[in-house]
């Protein structure tokens, strides 16, 4: 049979769909009831109320009904209830992300009641696997993913599991969103993985050669090409100071992101923030490669720290 969309019933007036809302709230002996409710046992669709009146609470009110629940009946509303709607809005406005005015145009909670229960409506979203209505309004970089990862891997000192995102909420970003870009939280870790590995250097202009396998390639002074690469007098650096995202997470991996000097870790004490140093500091000839790179917590960096 031929999937089609119902008719569109032209001969409905507002007095029928009125009517079988009174005749709801009457059969259940209550003098308001829900979208949600009326859904269960009403005649008519939410889109033919919306077409007709609007919103529900107005539907309500013309019907001659209470317009908002009471707080009694309020806290039997579920966190449930509340996720369950959020994402029927969102799929019947096939997005990401659902705003506050498309929620009360669609929804069958109050946002402000939403509001106080999730502590805010991002809050909510997240928890409802939707995306922030600020960040929706972009799409998230594939690098902005990893570095989220990136972030999480240190804090908690080991490979995220797909249950640190979705219910230890670690992640800033739903699980969902990397669903959606990779296919699924094992392959986010290995487009991760993959990313960390690749030998590219990042766009920074003064990145010249990659020393790691020893393939020393021109650079554009030709008097640094014959320079001794270590034990210079002069500082001259075939690398560039800046230490980049995939070399820094190899340098935390290695060291099991923990501090060098102290121990320190952001998984034992998330105010511990981990820096990536240079052994022989840059500034007297140390290059920026594996060997000469160590994590340190931010209060050994400081100590240490001859520059500046
Ligand atoms: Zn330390």
Redesign the pocket.
């Known amino acids: 049979m031929k999937f089609e969309l119902n008719e569109y019933k032209a001969s409905l007036t507002d007095e029928e769909i009125l009517s079988d809302i009174k005749q709801v709230a009457d059969s259940l002996n209550v003098d308001y009831i829900s979208i949600s409710t009326y859904k269960k046992y009403g005649k008519y669709s939410q889109t033919a109320i919306q077409g007709h009146f609007g919103t529900w609470k107005r539907a309500l009110s013309l019907a001659g009904l209470r317009k908002e629940r009471t707080s009694s009946e309020r806290k039997l509303i579920s966190d449930d209830d509340y996720i369950a709607d959020v994402q029927r809005v969102a799929a019947m406005l096939g997005s990401d992300t659902v705003g506050y005015d498309d929620y009360k145009k669609n929804g069958s909670f109050s946002v402000e009641h939403i509001f106080k229960r999730f502590s805010s409506w991002e809050e909510f979203l997240l928890k409802a696997g939707l995306e922030p209505t600020g960040l929706a309004k972009r799409k998230i970089t594939k690098e902005e993913l990893f570095e989220e990862i990136e972030r999480i891997w240190i804090l908690l000192g080991r490979q995220p599991t797909s249950t640190d995102i979705i219910k230890h909420g670690v992640s800033k970003y739903s699980i969902d969103t990397y669903k959606r870009r990779f296919g699924g939280w094992r392959k986010a870790l290995e487009a991760f993985v993959d990313y960390i590995n690749s030998d590219n250097t990042e766009e920074s202009p003064d990145v010249l050669v990659t020393p790691m396998n020893g393939e020393n390639e021109s650079v554009s002074e030709s008097s640094i090409e014959s320079a001794p690469k270590r034990q210079a007098q002069k500082p001259i650096h075939s690398t560039s100071r800046n230490i980049n995202a995939r070399l820094r997470f190899q340098v935390l991996k290695r060291d099991h992101f923990k501090?060098?000097?102290?121990?320190?870790s952001p998984a034992k004490n998330p105010n511990?923030e981990l820096e990536v140093d240079h052994i022989v500091a840059w500034a007297n000839g140390g290059e920026t490669i594996l060997d000469n790179l160590q994590t340190?917590?931010?209060?050994?960096?400081n100590g240490k720290s001859n520059v500046l």
């Open positions: 501090c060098c000097a102290c121990g320190a511990v340190l917590c931010s209060k050994c960096n």
